[in-house]
């Protein structure tokens, strides 16, 4: 099982991204899949979770209206799309899957490597 995310990179405050997940390997083993964040000097934190069935989402309160998960069963793939983005928002964001509907993040099995999100001032 691998989790690969890209599309990180530096934006200005105000702009957007769309970051990705690509599952490959045992991909059926797991019924959610969740973005978590950690910046510079914290600790990582729960961003947004997708039930891949049946398509249930939550998101931390930081990010409620601003960003959006979304998931393609048929690629195998989650998104995020980060509007109106923040300073604040600087991290590197990694997905994760696992078999329960939780912010948690010992709820996950498995992890990508991270992709680096830079936000400017």
């Known amino acids: 099982v691998q989790l690969q995310a890209s599309g990180g990179g530096l934006v200005q405050a105000g702009g957007s991204l769309r970051l990705s997940c690509t599952a490959s390997?045992?991909?059926?083993?797991?019924?959610?899949m969740g973005w978590f964040r950690q910046a510079p000097g914290k600790e990582r934190e729960f961003v947004a979770y997708i039930s891949l069935k049946i398509g249930t989402t939550d998101y931390a309160d930081s990010v409620k209206g601003r960003f959006t998960i979304s998931r393609d069963n048929a690629k195998s793939t989650v998104y995020l799309q980060m509007t109106s983005l923040k300073p604040e928002d600087t991290a590197v964001y990694y997905c994760a899957a696992g078999w329960h509907a939780d912010s948690r993040a010992p709820y996950y099995d498995h992890w990508g490597k991270g992709t680096e999100v830079t936000v400017s001032s």
């Open positions: 390997g045992r991909t059926y083993s797991w019924s959610t």
